[in-house]
Protein backbone atom coordinates (compact mmCIF):
# COMPACT_ATOMS: atom_id res chain seq x y z
CA UNK A 1 0.00 0.00 0.00
CA UNK A 2 0.94 3.66 -1.03
CA UNK A 3 0.50 6.48 1.16
CA UNK A 4 1.07 9.90 0.65
CA UNK A 5 4.08 11.94 3.13
CA UNK A 6 1.75 14.26 5.01
CA UNK A 7 1.78 17.84 5.77
CA UNK A 8 3.73 18.64 8.21
CA UNK A 9 2.58 20.82 10.83
CA UNK A 10 4.14 23.97 12.53
CA UNK A 11 4.36 24.40 16.29
CA UNK A 12 2.57 27.71 17.32
CA UNK A 13 6.63 29.38 18.36
CA UNK A 14 8.07 27.42 14.64
CA UNK A 15 9.73 30.73 13.60
CA UNK A 16 9.42 29.37 10.06
CA UNK A 17 6.04 29.50 9.73
CA UNK A 18 4.35 31.17 6.73
CA UNK A 19 0.70 31.84 6.56
CA UNK A 20 -0.29 28.97 4.00
CA UNK A 21 1.62 26.23 6.38
CA UNK A 22 -0.50 24.53 8.43
CA UNK A 23 -0.37 25.15 12.64
CA UNK A 24 -0.32 22.20 15.14
CA UNK A 25 -2.26 24.76 17.58
CA UNK A 26 -3.40 22.41 20.31
CA UNK A 27 -0.79 20.35 22.61
CA UNK A 28 -2.73 19.45 25.14
CA UNK A 29 -2.72 16.19 23.74
CA UNK A 30 0.93 16.10 24.20
CA UNK A 31 0.99 16.88 27.74
CA UNK A 32 2.74 14.10 30.18
CA UNK A 33 4.32 12.09 26.77
CA UNK A 34 7.05 11.90 25.74
CA UNK A 35 7.81 13.45 22.67
CA UNK A 36 10.21 13.67 19.73
CA UNK A 37 10.19 17.24 17.64
CA UNK A 38 12.64 17.57 15.09
CA UNK A 39 13.64 20.82 13.13
CA UNK A 40 11.65 21.23 10.21
CA UNK A 41 14.28 21.56 7.01
CA UNK A 42 13.34 23.06 3.52
CA UNK A 43 13.46 19.79 1.41
CA UNK A 44 11.16 17.81 -0.50
CA UNK A 45 9.06 15.16 1.45
CA UNK A 46 10.40 11.51 0.41
CA UNK A 47 8.77 7.85 1.09
CA UNK A 48 11.11 4.95 0.75
CA UNK A 49 9.49 1.31 0.71
CA UNK A 50 10.70 -1.97 0.05
CA UNK A 51 9.99 -1.17 -3.78
CA UNK A 52 8.96 1.82 -4.36
CA UNK A 53 9.98 5.79 -3.94
CA UNK A 54 7.88 8.87 -4.54
CA UNK A 55 7.53 12.38 -3.23
CA UNK A 56 4.75 13.63 -1.33
CA UNK A 57 2.92 13.16 -3.99
CA UNK A 58 2.45 9.24 -4.62
CA UNK A 59 2.36 9.29 -8.28
CA UNK A 60 5.62 11.82 -8.70
CA UNK A 61 6.80 12.64 -11.72
CA UNK A 62 10.70 12.30 -12.90
CA UNK A 63 12.62 15.19 -11.92
CA UNK A 64 16.31 15.03 -12.08
CA UNK A 65 16.91 16.61 -8.86
CA UNK A 66 15.49 13.01 -7.28
CA UNK A 67 17.74 10.94 -9.36
CA UNK A 68 20.37 10.36 -6.95
CA UNK A 69 17.42 9.50 -4.09
CA UNK A 70 16.32 7.00 -6.68
CA UNK A 71 19.44 5.66 -7.00
CA UNK A 72 19.68 4.97 -3.48
CA UNK A 73 16.38 3.15 -3.19
CA UNK A 74 17.06 0.53 -5.45
CA UNK A 75 20.62 -0.10 -3.73
CA UNK A 76 19.65 -0.42 -0.40
CA UNK A 77 15.42 -0.64 -0.29
CA UNK A 78 15.73 -4.65 0.28
CA UNK A 79 16.76 -3.47 3.43
CA UNK A 80 13.30 -1.88 4.59
CA UNK A 81 10.98 -4.60 5.42
CA UNK A 82 7.53 -4.97 3.23
CA UNK A 83 4.90 -3.27 4.65
CA UNK A 84 7.68 -0.84 6.07
CA UNK A 85 8.09 2.62 4.67
CA UNK A 86 10.67 5.13 6.10
CA UNK A 87 9.53 9.08 5.34
CA UNK A 88 11.98 11.92 5.24
CA UNK A 89 12.78 15.30 3.85
CA UNK A 90 15.26 15.22 0.97
CA UNK A 91 17.72 18.17 1.02
CA UNK A 92 19.97 17.92 -2.33
CA UNK A 93 22.61 19.78 -0.17
CA UNK A 94 23.04 17.17 2.15
CA UNK A 95 23.47 14.53 -0.70
CA UNK A 96 26.93 13.20 -0.45
CA UNK A 97 26.68 12.92 3.43
CA UNK A 98 23.01 11.45 3.51
CA UNK A 99 23.77 9.02 0.85
CA UNK A 100 27.35 8.00 2.22
CA UNK A 101 25.70 7.51 6.04
CA UNK A 102 23.06 5.41 4.41
CA UNK A 103 24.78 3.28 3.05
CA UNK A 104 27.29 2.82 5.97
CA UNK A 105 24.63 1.86 8.02
CA UNK A 106 22.81 -1.50 8.20
CA UNK A 107 19.57 -2.10 8.76
CA UNK A 108 19.41 -3.12 12.94
CA UNK A 109 21.10 -0.02 13.38
CA UNK A 110 18.26 2.04 11.75
CA UNK A 111 16.03 -0.46 14.45
CA UNK A 112 17.71 0.93 17.38
CA UNK A 113 17.63 4.52 17.00
Not at 6 to 27: C, E, M, V
Not at 54 to 61: E, F, Q, V
Not at 97 to 108: G, N
Request: net charge neutral.
Amino acid sequence: MRIKYPRTPHLPWSPGATPDDIHQSHLQNFIGKQIVVTEKMDGENTTFYHDYIHARSIDSRFHVSRAWVKALQAESGYLIPKGWRICGDILPTLQPFLCDVWLEWQWQNLLDC
